[in-house]
């Protein structure tokens, strides 16, 4: 660790531009745009804090999804592109064996993984009409969106912490 | 600027004053005052252009001016558009310019919670419904304006029409994958309402977004969300107007007594779960703005640190309020929403 660490330089420069700057400012698009800071600089705090973590659990629950929606677009009538995204989705590697997952790779597998399965949502919704009374259907429907759900959960670690309760934004 | 008008107005300039609004993040506001000659009265103009890291909105400059011009032409009441001007050699970009309308966007003691001015707020809103019950009766065919946004062809299509637009545009310019969207907009299409007329929406709209002069509406602004489709769409996005006055138990107004209003004065019934309905789908549509924005941020360095907060925290709420009527995620609490319209000249000093 180097002292002080980013979170804590981050927190210093917070503090001098709320009590140091902010008091000198009189014009109403000053004090707006300083305002507008004050809460990035939260949420680049949550961002340090939370986003390797949050990245890192929604690739797993994307690798939990997407087999789940493979088995169900290989039955018959389901649809072989979709299967063939889901396949080369998973085989692909985002980073060499071992090495550091950086966030913007962490990043990137995480979209790739999302394409794929905004892919297979618009399969699913565009054939739901005629399969919309089988279980099976309703089933993959429902993982899809309890994984939204998820997703959305970590995504607000990064983001409600730092504006919630923290004043105006503008 | 002083240079601008000598050539534009072809009169000697003095005294040209510049400020910029300080709200809105969907484009820039410049008020200009200038003296056409030294002791005349100060002349007011407002320029109005895209941000210099490009629009954030899914509507083109040129399409609000087209609208302000046409609208110039029926009883709507806003604020006269003078002249379009395409050389970007005066700002940088094309830009628009109107007539500057005296007033505010604040209505004296409207936010002053003492029950004394709830006949304030309750006027306000009566003023505004009914400046929004003529954009809803404007020919929209005979302006042309369904040469500009799409139209529905039916009542039981508005919503339809709207989501197919959002995807379309969303398409454009879309950078990652949001499941979120997709599944919002299927879920918005199982339910959609069948709307009462097809007329002629502003979309953004309300308090923050007109102006008002000595308790009168004297101008509509804001009009870059404009679109043709269900009248429950506007009250959906309508800010303030329709919200509770509860008074020892007894409510004086809400969304029901606006309703109710706008049925007396122009004999159209709006539902209020089609009100509920289309403030789902401008949740989507606020998203795919967000989305834009974020777009703007990640490619330029110099873009306006408000954007910044549009495609994070905005963005975010967005996304809860449509996984709220999915029925995966809780609603967000109401005291987030209030927080989020707080500017900092409210704020206690």
């Known amino acids: 660790m180097i002292y002080p660490s980013a979170i804590d330089c981050l927190k210093t420069i917070e503090s001098t531009l709320e009590n140091k700057i902010k008091p000198l400012l009189s014009g109403t698009f000053e004090r707006s745009t300083l305002a507008t800071v004050g809460h990035l600089l939260r949420h680049v705090v949550c961002r340090i804090e939370h986003e390797g973590d949050v990245l890192f659990d929604d690739i797993q629950a994307l690798k939990r999804l997407l087999p789940e929606i493979r088995r169900y677009a290989a039955q018959p009538g389901g649809s072989n592109a979709v299967i063939a995204e889901i396949d080369d989705v998973l085989a692909r590697h985002f980073r060499p064996p071992g090495a550091y997952p950086s966030l913007t790779s962490l990043a990137e597998e995480a979209g790739a993984l999302r394409e794929a399965l905004a892919s297979a949502q618009t399969w699913l919704i565009a054939t739901a009409g005629e399969r919309k009374n089988r279980a099976d259907c309703q089933h993959i429907r429902e993982q899809i969106r309890t994984y939204i759900a998820q997703q959305l959960t970590g995504e607000a670690l990064l983001v409600e912490p730092a504006f919630v309760g923290h004043g105006p934004r503008r | ?349």
């Open chain 2, 1 to 349: 600027m002083a240079a601008y008008l000598r050539h534009r107005l072809r009169t000697p300039i003095s005294e040209v004053k510049i400020q910029q609004f300080p709200r809105g993040s969907s484009r820039e506001t410049w008020f200009i005052e200038f003296l056409e000659r030294p002791g005349g009265s100060p002349q007011r103009l407002v320029f109005r252009l895209d941000f210099s890291t490009g629009k954030v909105i899914m509507s083109e400059l040129q399409e609000e001016y087209f609208i302000y011009e046409r609208l110039g032409r029926t009883d709507v009441p806003v604020a006269a558009a003078l002249w379009w001007e395409d050389d970007e050699k005066w700002l940088g970009r094309p830009f628009y310019v109107r007539r500057h309308v005296e007033g505010d966007w604040q209505v004296a003691h409207y936010r002053d919670p003492d029950p004394q001015y709830d006949g304030v707020r309750i006027a306000t809103a009566k003023e505004h419904l009914n400046a929004l019950a003529r954009v809803h009766n404007v020919d929209w065919r005979a302006l042309g304006f369904d040469q500009r946004l799409p139209v529905p062809p039916s009542p039981d299509r508005c919503a339809h029409t709207y989501v197919s637009a959002l995807e379309n545009t969303l398409s454009g310019y879309r950078r990652e994958a949001m499941p979120i969207f997709i599944e919002a907009a299927a879920w918005l299409r199982e339910h959609a309402p069948v709307a009462s007329r097809i007329v002629l929406c502003k979309g953004t709209n309300g308090y923050g977004e007109e102006i008002f002069s000595g308790g009168h509406l004297v101008a509509m602004s804001d009009w870059e969300e404009v679109s043709i489709g269900d009248p429950a769409a506007d009250f959906a996005f309508m800010q303030d107007f329709g919200r509770d006055i509860v008074r020892d138990g007894q409510t004086l107004w809400g969304l029901d007594h606006a309703l109710a209003y706008y049925r007396e004065i122009t004999g159209t019934e709006v539902a209020r779960e089609a009100v509920v309905f289309y403030q789902t789908l401008q949740s989507l549509k606020a998203l795919l703005h967000t989305h834009s924005t974020a777009m703007t941020v990640h490619t330029r360095p110099d873009a306006p640190i408000r954007q910044a907060w549009t495609a994070t925290e905005v963005s975010h709420i967005y996304k809860r309020i449509l996984a709220t009527a999915l029925g995966i995620m809780p609603a967000p609490p109401t005291a987030w929403f209030a927080e989020l319209n707080q500017t900092v000249d409210e704020e206690a000093p």
